[in-house]
Antibody, heavy 119, light 107 residues
Framework: QLQLQESGPGLVKPSETLSLTCTVS??????????WGWIRQPPGKGLEWIGS???????YYNPSLKSRVTISVDTSKNQFSLKLSSVTAADTAVYYC???????????WGQGTLVTVSS | EIVLTQSPGTLSLSPGERATLSCRAS???????LAWYQQKPGQAPRLLIY???SRATGIPDRFSGSGSGTDFTLTISRLEPEDFAVYYC????????FGQGTKLEIK
């Protein structure tokens, strides 16, 4: 059974960089059938797409976040990572990592991790 | 960017009733690249429908999706107690965007 687990600091200061890692177990991140993505959800609000990556390193970002987002992949560790720079309180959210069927629907999600931006 | 608008914002129904949730796109969604997700409090979303009308693995047949172009519908034929949750549509034909959600609550 595929599992995804987010890890990283739960508290980030304003103007700093948010960094999260997703560890994939029960399957290979190098599969040609899947992309790997990040989605976030501010408390009490809806879902927002952040971006996705293929095992080869090809990336796709939400245009509204593109200038601040970097997603990378480490196939040797079966992990992919998110960096979001210059964070503000508006970036406070539950961050989910996920598996996409090609660049399409999301069939597996991590449990999510709350990241709070505060001094 | 394709904007998805879900209606109603909240739907109050009783177990056994039929639920009809709408998702309207600001422009045509190519190849019916539309999915529906269910989210319960404190949990990650769960994929219900992809390709506008295909049920994901393990999803009961009381859930069905329909539509094309700019208008899509999720129908739950007979509500079970575990179906009360928030539902999101997502388009993946042009980048990815989500609707704002419909909360299905017990009447």
């Amino acid at each position: 059974q595929l599992q995804l687990q987010e890890s990283g600091p739960g508290l980030v200061k304003p103007s700093e960089t948010l960094s999260l890692t997703c560890t994939v177990s029960g399957g290979s991140i190098s599969s040609s059938s899947y992309y790997w993505g990040w989605i976030r959800q501010p408390p009490g609000k809806g879902l927002e797409w952040i971006g996705s990556i293929y095992y080869s390193g090809s990336t796709y970002y939400n245009p509204s976040l593109k200038s601040r987002v970097t997603i990378s992949v480490d196939t040797s560790k079966n992990q992919f990572s998110l960096k979001l720079s210059s964070v503000t309180a508006a970036d406070t959210a539950v961050y989910y990592c996920a598996r996409l069927i090609l660049q399409r629907s999301i069939d597996y999600w991590g449990q999510g991790t709350l990241v709070t931006v505060s001094s | 960017e394709i904007v998805l608008t879900q209606s109603p914002g909240t739907l109050s129904l009783s177990p056994g009733e039929r639920a009809t949730l709408s998702c309207r796109a600001s422009q045509s969604v190519s190849s019916s690249y539309l999915a529906w997700y269910q989210q319960k409090p404190g949990q990650a979303p769960r994929l219900l429908i992809y390709g506008a009308s295909s049920r994901a693995t393990g999803i009961p047949d009381r859930f069905s999706g329909s539509g094309s172009g700019t208008d899509f519908t999720l129908t739950i034929s007979r509500l079970e107690p575990e179906d009360f949750a928030v539902y999101y549509c997502q388009q993946y034909g042009s980048s990815h965007t989500f609707g704002q959600g419909t909360k299905l609550e017990i009447k």
